[in-house]
């Protein structure tokens, strides 16, 4: 079974501030995780995505996320917060080929940073 | 390139009835997913298509259903809608079904049944 927490409902930092959005996971097999941001009625937006290889990784509008096997966490990071990186983010796993190629989302955490 | 394209933005139904949903994926995709999206159960994944084939599906009822033409795009339908059902019902789409592609999303269908 697969299953992916996120421990915060709202994450509040001000605009300057680094800022960390954490997700946990568990799957039975090897992980493929994915971070995804929604803007107020809008879809949602691929940020990036950890398949193999660099523990840090590197995606879109300037954030990160660091995969911890043993800790089996992949956390959302960015050096220093925009106002305009208000929105909710999420995490989400595939756990391939065991459920096949959906993705399992978490609850998502808002973020809100302030000027 | 455009996006992940889902008609119609906004819809109201009524209790009982049924309503079809579309989604045109980007261009050379062959994969398309349906998720639906609520308050209090989150993103939650209804079925996947791949080559008008359906090759996962969610825990949803029977109610909920799908398909997929030769040329990718891909409607859902759900038949004898219950209040539950207003949701915010999100495609996405993908080029092939490796484990490690992502998906991309359209801005989704807000569906409310009064």
């Known amino acids: 079974a697969q299953s992916v927490a996120q421990p915060e409902d709202q994450v509040n930092v001000a605009e300057g501030n680094p800022l960390t959005v954490k997700c946990t996971y568990s799957v039975s097999g090897n992980p493929y995780l994915f971070w995804y941001v929604q803007y107020p009625n809008r879809g949602l937006q691929f940020l990036l995505k950890?398949?193999?290889?660099?523990?840090l990784v590197k995606g879109s509008y300037g954030f990160e996320a660091e995969f911890n096997k043993s800790q089996t966490s992949f956390h959302l990071k960015k050096p220093s917060a925009l106002v305009s990186d208000s929105a909710l983010y999420f995490c989400?796993?595939?756990?391939?080929?065991?459920?096949?190629?959906?993705?399992?989302f978490g609850k998502g955490t808002s973020l809100l940073v302030t000027p | 390139k455009a996006g992940v394209t889902q008609t119609p933005r906004y819809l109201i139904k009524t209790r009982g009835q049924q309503v079809t949903l579309s989604c045109s994926p980007i261009s050379g995709h062959r994969s398309v997913s349906w998720y639906q999206q609520t308050p209090g159960q989150g993103l939650q994944f209804l079925f996947e298509?791949?080559?008008?084939?359906?090759?996962n599906k969610g825990n949803f009822p029977g109610r909920f259903s799908g398909r997929q033409f030769s040329n990718s795009r891909s409607e859902m339908n759900v038949s004898t809608l219950e209040l539950g059902d207003s949701a915010l019902y999100l495609c996405?789409?993908?080029?092939?079904?490796?484990?490690?592609?992502?998906?991309?999303f359209g801005q989704g269908t807000r569906l409310t049944v009064v």
């Open positions: 989400a796993v595939r756990d391939y080929p065991n459920s096949g190629y959906a993705l399992n």
């Open positions: 950890y398949i193999t290889g660099d523990n």
């Open positions: 298509y791949f080559s008008e084939t359906q090759r």
């Open positions: 996405a789409s993908s080029p092939d079904r490796l484990s490690n592609t992502e998906a991309f």
